[in-house]
T-cell receptor, first 115, second 118 residues
Framework: AQKVTQAQTEISVVEKEDVTLDCVYE???????LFWYKQPPSGELVFLIR??????QNEISGRYSWNFQKSTSSFNFTITASQVVDSAVYFC????????????FGTGTKLQVIP | SAVISQKPSRDICQRGTSLTIQCQVD?????MFWYRQQPGQSLTLIAT?????????ESGFVIDKFPISRPNLTFSTLTVSNMSPEDSSIYLC???????????????FGQGTRLTVV
């Protein structure tokens, strides 16, 4: 069975601070995908990143960066110099890489960036 | 990428009625997925819909309550039947897209249908 744990329920930071959202996962698969999605107050799910389990390179995209540590089954997400527009619920997710892409979501971390 | 359109985007419905949610994709896809997100909760998979076969339901979800149609490779509907206030949620459809040049896959989501049952 697959499981995704986001221990941080809510985080508040002041604008321009850096913030890291934690994600720990469990799977028996040797090949899998990890995702981060952003859900702003409007409700739609916005894709941020997908990482293959064989690719442990960290990734940076603008103010966003992701740290994938297979040894600790973690896929943490850092926002640098946070902005008010970053306020949203962020979901970490895991999917099988074989067969259909059923996605298992974490419970989400609500990030509030205070101006 | 894939563009997914869901209708309606939101609705307020009376207890005991049914609502059908439509999901249209701009690409042909093999599998479509329906998720439910209850208020303040994460997303839970309801069922997987293949074209030409009956949907496969996850534990806790049954066809009588959430009938699904998948008439072709670009369209699906989810019906929430005999609604109660507990069905108030965001319902999202999702597709798996395979990029044939790289054989990578990615999950795309519709914008969701926000349902309130009164």
């Amino acid at each position: 069975a697959q499981k995704v744990t986001q221990a941080q329920t809510e985080i508040s930071v002041v604008e321009k601070e850096d913030v890291t959202l934690d994600c720990v996962y469990e799977t028996r698969d040797t090949t899998y995908y990890l995702f981060w999605y952003k859900q702003p107050p409007s409700g739609e799910l916005v894709f941020l990143i997908r990482r293959n389990s064989f690719d442990e390179q960290n990734e940076i995209s603008g103010r966003y960066s992701w740290n994938f540590q297979k040894s600790t089954s973690s896929f943490n997400f850092t926002i640098t110099a946070s902005q008010v527009v970053d306020s949203a619920v962020y979901f970490c997710a895991l999917s099988e890489a074989v067969g259909y892409q059923k996605v298992t979501f974490g419970t989400g971390t609500k990030l509030q960036v205070i101006p | 990428s894939a563009v997914i359109s869901q209708k309606p985007s939101r609705d307020i419905c009376q207890r005991g009625t049914s609502l059908t949610i439509q999901c249209q994709v701009d690409s042909q896809v093999t599998m479509m997925f329906w998720y439910r997100q209850q208020p303040g909760q994460s997303l839970t998979l309801i069922a997987t819909a293949n074209q030409g076969s009956e949907a496969t339901y996850e534990s806790g979800f049954v066809i009588d309550k959430f009938p699904i149609s998948r008439p072709n490779l670009t369209f699906s509907t989810l019906t929430v039947s005999n609604m109660s206030p507990e069905d108030s949620s965001i319902y999202l459809c999702s597709v798996e897209l395979i990029f044939r040049d790289s054989m990578n896959t990615e999950a795309f989501f519709g914008q969701g249908t926000r349902l309130t049952v009164v």
